[in-house]
Structures are given as C-alpha cells and as structure tokens.
C-alpha cells in the first residue's frame, strides 16, 4: 500500500527534475567573452617567430556593417582604440613600422575592425495575465444561434531587443610576393576578438573594451618576442 | 536527439512499461522495476571541468530474477552536473577563451547490469553487489559570453556498486546504493581535452517493484 502511494510521487518528480535549471543571476559583464586563436605553425615554430620583428598598424578602426544599413557606430574612441594596441604589442618588443614608405617593410600588419548587431526575440508570456475573450456576448456552440465560443486569450506576450558588439585584431603575416610585379599576400597569424552585450552607456561599453583589449594580450603570452639585441 | 528529447522519451517508456505491472506481478513473479532518485560527485577529468555535486539526477531498471539472489536487468539513468565559473579562461590547440562560463555535463547511462544480494531473502536487511556495462551518452556543454559550445559522446563504461536492500514488503524494496561510473574515453578532443574520460561516484535511493 505504502509502495502504492510513493508510485505516482516518485513518477511526478522523475519527470519535473529534469526541467529544473539553476538560475544564476547574470548580468551584462558576464555576457562578455574574449577569444583568441594563433597560427601554431608559425608561433609554436621559434624559426618562423624569429622572422617576425615588426608590425604597420592600420590607422583607421573598420566599421563591419550591412551595406544596406547605416553606420551608428562611433568613432569618438578609434585612437584610443588603436593606441591601446600599438602600445600592447610594443611593450611585447615588437617594432611599429609607421613609415612604409621610407622602404622599410613590416612584418606583420594589423586591423583592428568592430561590428554591432541589435537582436529581436518574442516571448509568450502565458502565466501572468489570463484574459479570457468569450465572444459576441453569448456563450454557446456556434449554429445554436447564440453567437458562437471563442478560445480563451490568456494573454501576455512582449518583444524585446538587444545590442551586442564586437571587436576584432586580426594580425596578417605578410608575405612577399615571388614576382616583384605580384601584390604580397596576407596570412592571418593571430585573431583576438571580444564580443558581448552592449549598454545605453558608450563610457561603459568603452571600459569594458578596454578591459577586453588587455585580456587578448594576457591570453596570448606567445605574442611576445625576444629583446631584440 | 536533445538531451531533454531522451530523457522525456526514457521516462516515457518508464511509464509504459509500469503501466502493465498489475498484470505482470500476476503473470510473472520474475520481473520487477526499479526507480530511483540520483545524486553524484564527479571526480577525475569530471571534476577538472564541473567540480560540483550533482543533485539532478534520476533513472530506473528493468529487472528480472534469475535467482533468488540474483537480479540481471537493464538500466537508464539521468546525470546532470552544472556550474558557474566566473573570470574563467580555457586554453585549447591554437587559442583560448575567457568570460563568465557556464559548464554543464550530463550523463545518460545505459547498461546492462548483474547484481548479486547476499544473506537470506527473508532478512528485513541485505547487502548487495552490481556490476553494470554498456554505454554513456555523455553532453559536454560551455556557454561563454553569448556562445554556447556543445559536445556530445558516446563512451564505453561501466558501474560497480554496493548497496544495501531493505525489505519492506514481499515485493517491495528500497535500495540506498553507492556506485563509481567510469565512462572510458570516447577519443574525441573535448575542448581541447584529447582523453575525455568521464569518472563520478554515484549516490542512490532507489525503489524496487518487484521480487
């Protein structure tokens, strides 16, 4: 008898459990991530690391945007931006070429590009409101004559949006064409991008940036070079 | 298949196979069904990822007795294991990632298992030994910022245990059992784990319809 009634509760419970998930309590810092990815080939090899000495820093921050959309993305913090990495990978003792055309080559050149993207969900919220539409004013089965049953309208349904962005520091190896006549070709080496939430507050999304830009460098200790003699 | 489609579709076939028990204790003494409540600790590479206790976790067994000590059946079961790691960085081959991680891994083990009670049937209280075989389906989850990577294996495995039988009626048991479900490695890399070997000590009370 015991066993009996225990059945139905311990089948109740085997199947509400799986649905249960912890919430954690997140908040918009925790929706940001940083990744960084390395040619080992070229950074695990200390032959091919040797030859890179030096990088040229694109001036200018690209904006990564649909063509058919309008640039809404600021560039009140390009040079800090880019001043935040030059200064990082020098004080890795690598060499800032600013100069190309003074015949001296760079090794490497790096791009530093951002991107936004705003994102549309629904939810159907069918627990907080119960509105039941009953129709016409009457209740009954349609072709009675009474005006017909519509099905409840429980309710309660919304949209929201958000923002997300990115930012990208793409390092290209460069490699001198065969035929002087050919254009060098570019090899990504290193790729560090952040991405995640943004906020109404441009400072705030500035600092987390920031904070973004030097955990690239953190993660990725094989950037570094030797001292140079 | 989503994890949350097996499960559904495992306790489904729970609750068909209860549904003729009246008729099968009346038919056939031998066979029986057990459900339980699952607890674990992961330990090893588990614990390495996850190194939470798990209080999410389920699964039952067809029985049939072979002997008056001895049962052999089949079972399923449900392991879910989950975490916050904040400021959490994971290196792989060529890379690494850092944010605010939410790891998860859940085990879904099927085996086929023998399990031996010791002492006389009619004692009120019993020990008992299994020993379990067959596979884990094992899904490896971290959501990192606003990306989710998943991986999901089937590993090779098995599950000793000892526990002790309590007698509560000629056909009804409760079970408190303490396992080690070691799922082998499956050979994939696993977020940059080449040896994705899944190890966790399993708690378990379970109930016993059935001889």
Known sequence: ?229 | MSTRRFVSIVLAVTALCMSPLPTLRANNDQWGLTLGYYMAIPVSAMHDFVDRYSWQGLGGEVTYLATESDHIGFAAGWQRFDGLYRDALSEFAGGAVYGTQVRSITAIPLLIKATHTIGDPIQKIRPYLSLGAGAYVVTEVMDVGLYEFSSTNVHLGFMPAVGLNFRLGYRNNLLLQVDYNAALSSGTNVFGRTDNHQNYIGLKALLHFGR
Request: charged share 15%; glycine share 8%.
């Open chain 1, 1 to 229: 008898m015991l066993m009996k009634s225990l059945l139905i509760p311990v089948v109740i419970t085997m199947m509400v459990l799986p649905s249960c998930f912890p919430d954690y309590g997140l908040d918009v810092e925790d929706y940001r991530a940083v990744f960084t990815q390395y040619d080992t080939a070229v950074y695990d090899n200390p032959a091919a690391k040797a030859e890179l000495r030096s990088f040229y820093l694109v001036d200018s921050v690209f904006h990564v945007i649909d063509p058919n959309s309008k640039d809404t993305i600021t560039r009140a913090y390009d040079r800090q931006l880019l001043s935040f990495v030059a200064s990082n990978f020098r004080s890795l003792n690598w060499t800032q070429i600013t100069d190309t055309a003074g015949g001296v080559e760079p090794s490497t050149i790096i791009r530093v590009s951002v991107s936004t993207q705003t994102n549309i969900g629904y939810y159907l919220n069918s627990w907080n409101t119960w509105d039941p539409y009953w129709g016409g004013g009457w209740w009954g089965y349609p072709g009675w004559g009474w005006g017909g049953w519509y099905p409840p309208y429980w309710g309660g349904s919304g949209r929201y949006t958000y923002a997300t962005g990115s930012l990208f520091v793409q390092q290209d190896r460069i490699v001198p064409a065969s035929n002087p006549s050919d254009t060098a070709a570019l090899h990504p080496i290193w790729l560090g991008t952040s991405n995640g939430l943004l906020t109404s507050d441009q400072q705030s999304n500035i600092n987390m940036l920031s904070v973004e830009l030097r955990q690239m460098f953190t993660q990725s200790p094989y950037l570094a070079l030797p001292l140079q003699p």
